[in-house]
């Protein structure tokens, strides 16, 4: 199997596309598609086809040499507890990123991007990925399911995978593990997306992530197997 993102052209509107191919003796037996379509979240989503496009080439990052080689299993488990973290995240739990980490969702930077994503007062966007976690505020995420770990490339020490994240919609306010409590009243009804996400790992530690997602019915199951 491997794993794509790409940006296309549809009738003069652009689209950002997670994709995941799986061969059978030199044949393609599955094809799977998650589009994120411009104008169909915020703002901020929607000016990531644009910088991909300006980007032209991936981060250098998804080539780089790693610190040491993890085998399979251990990449898979790494990006599992990136899911664990972020399913009913208090800030507490076990984040393993590097100091440098970065994300990329519908191609647009969601860490280390002042103002570009608020929840209530805090500048969640401006800040890097453990200290993201380690807010509580992904706690709005009520569970991750449905997790697939579809392509791990150990020369590379990279993980495809696959998942849903449903928001009950029940949480109107999470405390911050320093007693801060935010108002996160956007997610106000139930909701998931259905998401494509990459890491680079190093040295055990999530370096780079990257994301397609998009906005499918509350609790919606793929329709794969793992």
């Known amino acids: 199997q491997f794993g794509v993102f790409a940006t296309m052209d549809e009738n003069g509107h652009g689209l950002v596309l997670g994709m995941r191919v799986k061969l059978q003796v030199n044949q393609i037996s599955e094809i799977e598609l998650i589009t994120y379509r411009t104008?169909?979240?915020?703002?901020?989503?929607d000016a990531g086809y644009a910088n991909l496009e300006k980007m032209k080439v991936p981060n250098p990052l998804w080539n780089a040499p790693t610190a040491r080689h993890l085998s399979r299993q251990e990449l898979a488990q790494v990006a599992n507890y990136y899911f664990d973290g972020i399913q009913n995240n208090d800030g507490k739990g076990y984040y393993p990123f590097t100091a440098d980490c970065n994300r990329l969702e519908n191609g647009t930077a969601t860490t280390n991007n002042p103002g570009i994503v608020k929840m209530g007062p805090v500048d969640i966007g401006?800040?890097?990925c453990k200290a993201q976690f380690e807010t509580?505020?992904?706690?709005?995420?009520t569970k991750v399911h449905d997790?697939?770990?579809?392509?791990?490339?150990e020369e590379r020490q990279e993980v495809f995978a696959l998942a849903v994240f449903d928001h009950c919609g029940c949480k109107k306010s999470l405390t911050m593990p320093?007693?801060?409590k935010v108002d996160?009243?956007?997610f106000n009804k139930p909701s998931s997306i259905l998401l494509a996400e990459a890491f680079k790992i190093d040295g055990g530690l999530i370096r780079q992530v990257e994301a397609v997602g998009v906005g499918v019915p509350y609790h919606m199951r793929p329709g794969w197997g793992r």
């Open 39 to 45: 104008g169909g979240g915020p703002a901020w989503n």
């Open 126 to 128: 401006g800040m890097g």
């Open 136 to 141: 509580g505020l992904y706690g709005i995420v």
């Open 178 to 180: 320093n007693g801060t």
């Open 184 to 186: 996160v009243g956007f």
């Open 147 to 153: 997790r697939r770990f579809a392509v791990i490339d």
